[in-house]
Each structure stands twice: as structure tokens, then as C-alpha cells.
């Protein structure tokens, strides 16, 4: 009876992990963290930051790689989108010798998650891509996007404006020096 306690404590270990991290939510602000690159290069996440696109899974993974391999090199960067990829349940081994070196040749940066504890605040959906839009640093929207719906995000992140720059709060209403993002209705075509 002893071990039957002690082995369901252990499995239930992950989960009870899990549950300290509180899931993100329309309305939160986006707490300003940093994940390493494919490069191993730190990648802020933050304030500046106007779309957040996770994936979670290999098949995500692989339409999201389509759709940013048709564009420029610094398209996300001059749109401010930060691409955060959770590969903790890959195999160390595979994602060591294969799938990071395949990523260090993608035109774009990506952020990786390869501790699942990292991640665990984004909402993920089984063979989707994760948006999260963000205004003034926090999370206006979350939509997940299957790749029936790839023609739907390809739209949506050709719409987001680019080279604008944040905008300083004025002086009375600046914290920690934060940028506050233009409006995320400047992305959809018509949203004005």
C-alpha cells in the first residue's frame, strides 16, 4: 500500500508542477521573459513585443516553418512577432543532432522552450499554432489556428503593420521605462 501511495505521488509530481504555473489569459499582462534562441543567443520576450506565436508540436512546427520561410528574414522583427517553440517533449538526443542544427538554418529567430515549465503559461492546442496578441503588454486575444486555417494566419501576420516603432508612455505614465505597442487594430485589414 506504502509503494502504491509513494509511486501515484510521483506521477502526479508534473502535474502538481504544472499547476503552480498559472495559465495565461485574455486580459494578463505578458510577463517580460527570456528564452535561448536556436543559436543559443538570449531572446527577450516582452513589452515590445505585438504577436506571440507558440507551437507545441512537430506538425505546428512544421506549417509555421512554411509560412515564415516565405517571407523575408527580418519579417517578424520588423513586425515585432517573437515565435516561441516548446521542444520538451523531444527526445534530447533528436533535438541535439537534428532538430536544433535544422533550425539554426532558418532564415528567422525563434525562441525555444526545451524545459516544459518554460512554456507551460502559453495556451497550447494539439496541431496548432498559438497566436497571442498583445496591446501595451497585455494579451488582447489567443486564437490557436490548425493547418486547415494556414491561409487565415498567413493573412494575419502579413496585416500586422510594419517599421513602427513603440511609442514612449508619456513621462507621468512611464513604468520601469516600458514601450507601449501601437493599437493591435492597426493589423487587421479595415480595423480602423
Not at 49 to 71: H, I, Q, Y
Not at 135 to 145: D, H, L, S, V, Y
Request: aromatic share 4%; glycine share 6%.
Amino acid at each position: 500500500m506504502k509503494m502504491r501511495s509513494m509511486l501515484a505521488a510521483l506521477l502526479l509530481m508534473p502535474a502538481l508542477a504544472m499547476a503552480d504555473t498559472a495559465m495565461l489569459k485574455p486580459g494578463d499582462a505578458l510577463p517580460a521573459f527570456s528564452l535561448n534562441d536556436q543559436h543559443d543567443k538570449p531572446m527577450p520576450i516582452g513589452a515590445n513585443t505585438r504577436l506571440v506565436l507558440f507551437t507545441a508540436d512537430k506538425s505546428a512546427g512544421d506549417m509555421l516553418n512554411g509560412l515564415l520561410n516565405e517571407r523575408p528574414g527580418d519579417f517578424m522583427e520588423q513586425r515585432r512577432i517573437v515565435y516561441i517553440a516548446d521542444i520538451s517533449r523531444m527526445p534530447g538526443l533528436i533535438s541535439s543532432l537534428i532538430a536544433l542544427p535544422r533550425m539554426r538554418d532558418y532564415a528567422y529567430r525563434m525562441a525555444i522552450g526545451e524545459e516544459e515549465e518554460q512554456t507551460a503559461m502559453l495556451p497550447r492546442a494539439e496541431d496548432s499554432v498559438t497566436v497571442v496578441t498583445l496591446e501595451a503588454g497585455k494579451i488582447k486575444a489567443m486564437q490557436p489556428f490548425k493547418e486547415t486555417e494556414a491561409q487565415a494566419l498567413a493573412a494575419l501576420l502579413d496585416a500586422a503593420p510594419v517599421g513602427e516603432v513603440a511609442t514612449p508612455a508619456p513621462a507621468g505614465e512611464r513604468k520601469a521605462s516600458r514601450l507601449v505597442p501601437h493599437s493591435v487594430s492597426d493589423m487587421v485589414p479595415g480595423g480602423k
